[in-house]
């Protein structure tokens, strides 16, 4: 899928979500529902996820040059820990208001409530189907699809909380609600943060483990050793490896690289290799000095 493509869809479910955002604040303002005012702040989160993301398809798509020599694309990575940490100091704000209404409950209109969390379900079901057109193995595309998926769940509470306190008078249920989606902001925040997180510190993909690679890769006929193994994410998406391969003596080491590169293509979807291949005379020395495991054949 192209990014003009995604930045199309994208901006759709930007125009949904902000348009609705406004009508929500002062809907809740004055029905005084704090569970209206946190799904107002969570779709706000919503917003600038899919700003950051629009923002991020276009840095990305910068030619690598100068001291950038991966170009930009983990711009989506540091957005989208930007917005998993916003998440987390919202939700713990609302856990802080949500418990202190339970305290001391304000008098809600429980209709308008009501009335504006069923149109937020609509709104939100539209927002998720235009993400979910644009490219969602992007993290930061992905964020933002799960919290709108959120935000519809969040509605759903919303709307349950209007109708008890409209229908059985009981306004505790409008925090109770609000402290359900503070709940869900928590747990897409921790998500992000995580996997954000993951990437920065150059962990390995959750899908690729680094030992099973290499001990597959001494498997590979005349390659003797292997050590200084690293499979990383540049991006979402985008994994890569290095490694420095020993060959046995007198092997046509051109010949055994271009085989590894075909295992990592073929069986862990590795495209981006970088591959030092040495005969094993030549590197003995070198091999004892080797960081991180080192795997060898036999």
């Given at each position: 899928?192209?990014?003009?493509?995604?930045?199309?869809w994208l901006g759709i479910a930007l125009a949904l979500i902000a348009s609705f955002m406004a009508v929500e604040v002062i809907v809740g303002l004055v029905a005084q529902s704090l569970a209206l005012i946190t799904d107002a702040a969570h779709m706000l989160t919503d917003a600038?996820?899919?700003?950051?993301?629009?923002?991020?398809?276009?840095?990305?798509?910068?030619?690598?040059?100068?001291?950038?020599?991966?170009?930009?694309?983990?711009?989506?990575?540091?957005?989208?820990?930007?917005?998993?940490?916003?998440?987390?100091?919202?939700?713990?704000?609302?856990?802080?208001?949500?418990?202190?209404?339970?305290?001391?409950?304000?008098?809600?209109?429980?209709?308008?409530?009501?009335?504006?969390?069923?149109?937020?379900?609509?709104?939100?079901?539209?927002?998720?189907?235009?993400?979910?057109?644009?490219?969602?193995?992007?993290?930061?595309?992905?964020?933002?699809?799960?919290?709108?998926?959120?935000?519809?769940?969040?509605?759903?509470?919303?709307?349950?909380?209007?109708?008890?306190?409209?229908?059985?008078?009981?306004?505790?249920?409008?925090?109770?609600?609000?402290?359900?989606?503070?709940?869900?902001?928590?747990?897409?925040?921790?998500?992000?943060?995580?996997?954000?997180?993951?990437?920065?510190?150059?962990?390995?993909?959750?899908?690729?483990?680094?030992?099973?690679?290499?001990?597959?890769?001494?498997?590979?006929?005349?390659?003797?050793?292997?050590h200084d193994l690293h499979v990383w994410l540049i991006t979402s998406g985008q994994p890569s490896l290095s490694a420095h391969v020993l060959v046995d003596a007198g092997t046509d080491c051109h010949a055994v690289r271009s085989t590894i590169e075909t295992v990592l293509h073929?069986?862990?979807?590795?495209?981006?290799?970088?591959?030092?291949?040495?005969?094993?005379?030549?590197?003995?020395?070198?091999?004892?000095?080797?960081?991180?495991?080192?795997?060898?054949?036999?």
């Amino acid at each position: 899928m192209s990014a003009d493509s995604d930045r199309r869809w994208l901006g759709i479910a930007l125009a949904l979500i902000a348009s609705f955002m406004a009508v929500e604040v002062i809907v809740g303002l004055v029905a005084q529902s704090l569970a209206l005012i946190t799904d107002a702040a969570h779709m706000l989160t919503d917003a600038a996820s899919i700003v950051l993301a629009l923002i991020a398809i276009r840095l990305s798509r910068r030619p690598a040059g100068g001291k950038y020599t991966y170009g930009y694309k983990r711009a989506e990575i540091l957005s989208a820990q930007v917005n998993g940490i916003t998440l987390l100091l919202l939700a713990a704000w609302f856990v802080y208001e949500g418990i202190h209404r339970l305290i001391e409950p304000p008098d809600v209109a429980g209709p308008l409530v009501l009335i504006t969390a069923l149109f937020g379900i609509v709104v939100n079901i539209l927002a998720a189907w235009c993400i979910s057109k644009a490219n969602r193995t992007s993290l930061n595309v992905e964020g933002a699809f799960q919290h709108i998926l959120n935000d519809l769940y969040a509605f759903i509470g919303t709307a349950i909380a209007g109708a008890v306190v409209w229908l059985a008078g009981w306004p505790r249920a409008d925090a109770i609600a609000a402290l359900v989606v503070a709940a869900l902001m928590l747990k897409a925040g921790w998500g992000l943060v995580r996997e954000s997180g993951r990437i920065f510190l150059e962990a390995a993909p959750a899908d690729l483990d680094p030992d099973a690679i290499g001990t597959r890769l001494v498997g590979i006929p005349f390659v003797a050793e292997v050590h200084d193994l690293h499979v990383w994410l540049i991006t979402s998406g985008q994994p890569s490896l290095s490694a420095h391969v020993l060959v046995d003596a007198g092997t046509d080491c051109h010949a055994v690289r271009s085989t590894i590169e075909t295992v990592l293509h073929d069986e862990f979807g590795l495209e981006h290799t970088t591959l030092q291949v040495d005969h094993c005379a030549a590197a003995d020395l070198h091999c004892a000095d080797a960081h991180g495991p080192v795997h060898r054949s036999g």
